[in-house]
T-cell receptor, first 113, second 110 residues
């Protein structure tokens, strides 16, 4: 299995608080992705990174920001969490972009009350 | 961006039967198509993938077929077993991103 660690694995917080999720990889892969998974919507891309300090938006990026200061870490931040951001968040990594498989972390279950 | 549609959303089969899940995509430039299996409460795991230079790929009981002209690809599971019960996702690329289908919940009845 790909060396991907997400933290925390579970988090409960209140509306309006900032939240940061961390994805750490030991594979030295260039590409890293953040997805959210909600019932009936499959996996939707929030943001992705194609290198250190290089990031871009996905299809559901509003309300989220990311940072990648080193190859192994990709952070997802909810500046002011809302109940609509309650979801399961998955990080994925890939050696290449559009023609290489993505490997997923174990996910973070985030509940915003 | 890429539009990926997946059917059916749920599929129930008897153990030993075959299961087929189909996905269509919109970007004719797409050239790599993975399939993922996700068990309840677990992460999606890659089970098979296909590149556009081949029409079919097999791995034991699973296979994927690709029709580039019609822009669709399918997952075939033969001799299904209860442990095949899971949600299956297809995906298609668009530049640096992947777009996923909405998933098929497969239930294999013993």
């Amino acid at each position: 299995d790909a060396g991907i660690t997400q933290s925390p694995r579970h988090k409960v917080t209140e509306t309006g608080t900032p939240v940061t999720l961390r994805c750490h990889q030991t594979e030295n892969h260039r590409y890293m992705y953040w997805y959210r998974q909600d019932p009936g919507h499959g996996l939707r891309l929030i943001h992705y990174s194609y290198g250190v300090k290089d990031t871009d938006k996905g299809e559901v990026s509003d309300g989220y920001s990311v940072s990648r200061s080193k190859t192994e870490d990709f952070l997802l931040t909810l500046e002011s969490a809302t109940s609509s951001q309650t979801s399961v968040y998955f990080c994925a990594i890939s050696e290449g972009a559009f023609n290489q498989p993505q490997h997923f972390g174990d996910g973070t279950r985030l509940s915003i009350l | 961006g890429e539009n990926v549609e997946q059917h059916p959303s749920t599929l129930s089969v008897q153990e030993g039967d075959s299961a087929v899940i189909k996905c269509t995509y919109s970007d004719s430039a797409s050239n790599y198509f993975p399939w993922y299996k996700q068990e309840l409460g677990k992460r999606p795991q890659l089970i098979i993938d296909i590149r556009s230079n081949v029409g079919e790929k097999k791995d034991q009981r699973i296979a994927v077929t690709l029709n580039k002209t019609a822009k669709h690809f399918s997952l075939h599971i033969t001799e299904t077993q209860p442990e095949d019960s899971a949600v299956y996702f297809c995906a298609a690329p668009d530049f640096n991103k992947f777009y996923f289908g909405s998933g098929t919940k497969l239930n294999v009845k013993p």
